[in-house]
Structures are given as C-alpha cells and as structure tokens.
C-alpha cells in the first residue's frame, strides 16, 4: 500500500497569508490527524478528522482550520499567518472506527512552511 | 495535563545496546508508542505498548510498566542509520471517539564507529 502523502513538501509565506496543506491517508484508513513540530514546542497535536467530521481538536488558536473529504483525504488551513507558524506540519493516518484509541498512527513526510 | 520525560541525547557505539527510558504521567491513558525520527524525515512507527511487559520487534524492544508510568525502547546490534531521534508517545483515547499522542522531546542518539 502507498503511504501517507502530504502536499506540498515546502512553502515559504509571509505574515498575514493563509495557506493550504493537503494530505492523502493510506487507502482504507478514515482517521487523519494533524501535528505540528517545532524545534522549541515539539510535536504537538492540532486536530483530527474522521467520516468527515472534527472528531478531536488540540490547543491551538481558530486560525488553525481544517476539513475532510468524502475520500478521506484532509485539508488544514492557517489563515492570518505569523513568523511562529513556521513549523513542520505532519499529518498522520490510522484505520479509525469507532473506538480506535490503540490505533496506531503513520505519518507522511510533513510540510515544512516558513512564515518571512 | 499530560508530559512525558525522556533523556535529550545519548551516545553509544555500533553493536552496542542502548535503552532510552520514557516516564509519563497523563489521563487516559491507553498505551505507549514509540517513533524514530531522522533528520528532516517523518516519524517511523517502531513499536506500540498497550499492556505490561515487553513486545520484540526484531532489533527493537519496547517495555511498558503501567503501575510505575514507565517504559523503555530497547535497540540492540546498533548501527550507523540508527542515528536518529527517538519519541515517545502516549495514546489517549479522547471524549470524541478515537485517540491522539502525546509526545515526548525526544532522544537524540547519536551512533559511533
């Protein structure tokens, strides 16, 4: 099976932009979940979606949005960009269900964006 | 809240064993994973602790004690590429169906001939 795929790899934005981050699951799986790494925070858990829907949801501000789509790839969105954004974005897949507490998470590559 | 604590770096040589040991306190928890991350890579699924005791996964061992918030990745037979850093993370299961991780700093571990 292919893996995680995230689009693009890197963006580079300046303060006060939005920007789009797209990212295709392994076939089959209906969870996808998003993190941000950064070298000062980590990882940090910033949503996930399942059926569609924003299952679960970390401790980042509104400007940090997402959605999924009928297929199960997911989008993110950042509007009103700021220099602290600049991070690694990660988006990680998992079979999901209705439980799913001990599925296990694989990632994609990430997109590195740089907020200038 | 939830953190987990884990040692910044460690050095070993090739062939050698290296433990990194993770202590964790949180809320629902549900079991402790752990990733290896190279330089500019994504995180690579290692191994996955849901009950106590230890689960071997070729030159990797992965130990969860529950009762004391404590587990450790065990590598062994080290070689070079395993120069990466290694996390741990907590599986939580959330209110709204599902899990997430919550990782730790990470380890370093830096290999040498």
């Known amino acids: 099976k292919a893996g995680v795929t995230q689009t693009p790899r890197y963006l580079i934005k300046t303060r006060g932009q939005q920007v789009t981050l797209s990212c295709s699951p392994i076939?089959?799986?209906?969870?996808v979940s998003w993190y941000q790494q950064t070298p000062g925070q980590g990882l940090q858990f910033l949503f996930e979606?399942?059926?569609?829907?924003?299952?679960n949801k970390g401790n980042f501000p509104g400007r940090f949005s997402g959605r999924q789509f009928s297929n199960s790839r997911s989008e993110m969105n950042v509007s009103t960009l700021e220099l602290g954004d600049s991070a690694l974005y990660l988006c990680?897949?998992?079979?999901?269900?209705?439980?799913?507490?001990?599925?296990?998470?694989?990632f994609g590559p990430g997109t590195r964006l740089t907020v200038l | 809240g939830q953190s987990l604590e884990q040692p910044s770096e460690v050095t070993a040589v090739e062939g050698a064993i290296v433990q990194i040991n993770c202590t964790y306190q949180t809320s629902g928890f549900y079991g402790l994973s752990w990733y290896q991350q190279h330089d500019g890579g994504a995180p690579t699924f290692l191994s996955y602790n849901g009950l106590d005791g230890l689960e071997e996964t070729g030159r990797f061992s992965s130990f969860l004690s529950r009762s004391d918030s404590y587990g450790y990745l065990l590598l062994q037979e080290l070689q070079m590429k395993d120069s990466a850093s290694y996390f741990c993370a907590v599986n939580s299961k959330l209110t709204g169906g599902g899990n997430k991780l919550t990782f730790g700093t990470g380890t370093q571990l830096k290999v040498e001939l």
């Open positions: 076939s089959g799986h209906r969870s």
């Open positions: 990680a897949s998992s079979p999901g269900g209705t439980s799913g507490a001990t599925d296990t998470q694989y």
């Open positions: 979606y399942f059926s569609e829907t924003q299952r």
